[in-house]
């Protein structure tokens, strides 16, 4: 879903908790509006857009914590928000509207961190302290309405990192990349007294992580543990997965990071193969097992957030689906079939209707696609018989019909047979 549209939740009083879907970009005008029941808003990376009056009235909302893909909020989004008492306004808002978070009561504390962002009338109450950059759109706002305004201070710059990404295929291991920005590679991997070190020297750390296949060197007592964890999920490839610094020359083996680092190893082709299939990337460290989950949607890679390398194992879960026969007035011997790992169905049972052909299965009760032994399922469905009152080319149709029609046929059969007789008589 990529908007929530506006008037979604309109005085939705009893709501208490929001989970934001996947791939949210924009919450349209007044969507939450007087949501009095919410306490928390955190909402997700990748939302861009929070339009006018977005959240307005949300009495109970004490904190707010916004994205960093954030550019616009709009006019009174969060007013009314009475229990704030400090937010943070990402780097990436350009528009900050009027009235944005007018009527906080209890705000003691704006932070806006983009030094550029257009900022609209009576944003806070005049006694909410002001923090932003020198020289900001920021502290010229809180000159102009008598804020008080305490500069941040330019953050230092983080060290450079050169980084080397390293997929042994030669023995069968995966391609794979980190996919986490320099800046925060570097507060997770190097501790504070080498980054110190690195911004005084103009020095370069370089990482690599490697990717190798450990289906022959994975131990007993891991597989055991691999296996218990993994549950309904099917072991496809282990891999040995680990990181590497260097700084000055000197390399070493980093087991454990200071936060998660996001990395996407790709599936191997032969286990994609055909079927459908949900995969994850089972950890083993130090004794424990954890499935984690893939956080991309592409159905070639896994994309994980991990803070540990040592063992790990790509598995899967094949995907089997439900299929509901509706005979649609009529009978079948089957009432519902699960598909193979290709999601397709290991056969189509037949349907008798009185009076009528079996027409075949379908997607719908009237229009729809036709369902043939190639129709592949992507999750549980419901099919419909379709009945027609002319056999299909082909079709024997159904026997107890064309008895009756062949009964009805005879009587004329008979008199059509006795004047063909009748004219070669007197032919003769």
């Not at 295929?169 to 980190?178: K, V």
């Not at 390399?251 to 299939?277: D, F, M, N, S, W």
């Not at 790990?312 to 094949?318: D, E, G, H, N, R």
Request: aromatic share 8%.
């Amino acid at each position: 879903m990529a908007r929530i549209a506006g008037d979604a939740f309109f005085n939705c009083r009893e709501l208490t908790e929001l989970r934001f879907p996947a791939g949210l970009q924009e919450i349209g005008e007044v969507a939450f509006y007087f949501c009095t029941g919410l306490e928390r808003l955190d909402l997700p990376e990748g939302l861009t857009k929070i339009a006018d009056y977005a959240f307005y009235g949300c009495e109970g909302v004490a904190e707010l914590n916004l994205p960093s893909t954030v550019t616009s909020i709009g006019e009174l989004a969060f007013s009314g928000c009475f229990p704030l008492r400090s937010v943070t306004i990402p780097a990436s808002v350009q528009v900050l509207e009027m009235g944005a978070f007018n009527l906080v009561d209890l705000m003691e504390d704006l932070f806006i961190l983009s030094p550029t962002c257009v900022i609209g009338e009576g944003i806070v109450w005049p006694a909410v302290t002001i923090h932003g950059y020198p020289g900001s759109t920021a502290e010229k706002y809180a000159a102009a309405n008598g804020n008080p305004f305490v500069p941040i201070e330019e953050p230092s710059p983080s060290p450079v990192l050169s980084l080397t990404v390293e997929a042994r295929s030669g023995e069968g291991a995966p391609a794979a990349e980190l996919r986490t920005e320099d800046a925060d590679l570097a507060d997770a991997v190097l501790t504070a007294e080498e980054k110190e070190q690195l911004a005084a020297s103009g020095g370069k750390a370089e990482l690599l992580l490697t990717v190798e296949d450990a289906d022959g060197t994975i131990t007993a007592e891991e597989k055991q543990t691999a296996e218990a964890a993994a549950g309904e999920y099917r072991i496809g490839q282990y891999l040995d997965i680990a990181l590497f610094k260097t700084l000055n020359g000197d390399t070493e083996a980093v087991h454990k990071t200071g936060a998660p680092l996001r990395i996407a190893v790709q599936i191997p082709e032969a286990l994609l193969g055909t079927a459908y299939r949900s995969f994850a990337l089972l950890r083993i460290h130090n004794g424990k097992a954890e499935l984690l989950p893939d956080l991309d949607r592409d159905p070639k890679t896994l994309t994980v957030e991990t803070d540990r390398f040592s063992s790990y194992a790509i598995s899967y879960l094949s995907m089997v689906y439900n299929v509901r026969f509706d005979p649609n007035g009529g009978k079948s011997d089957t009432e519902s079939l699960q598909t193979r790992e290709d999601g397709r169905l290991p056969s189509l049972p037949k349907a008798t209707r009185d009076q009528l052909y079996f027409a075949g299965w379908y997607t719908a009760k009237e229009g729809g696609a036709k369902v043939t032994a190639d129709t592949v399922f992507d999750g549980d469905a419901v099919i419909y018989a379709r009945w027609s009152t002319a056999p299909a080319t082909g079709d024997a149709g159904d026997p107890a019909l064309w008895a009756g029609l062949m009964a009805a046929s005879l009587p004329a059969a008979f008199v059509l047979l006795r004047k063909r007789e009748r004219s070669k008589e007197n032919a003769k």
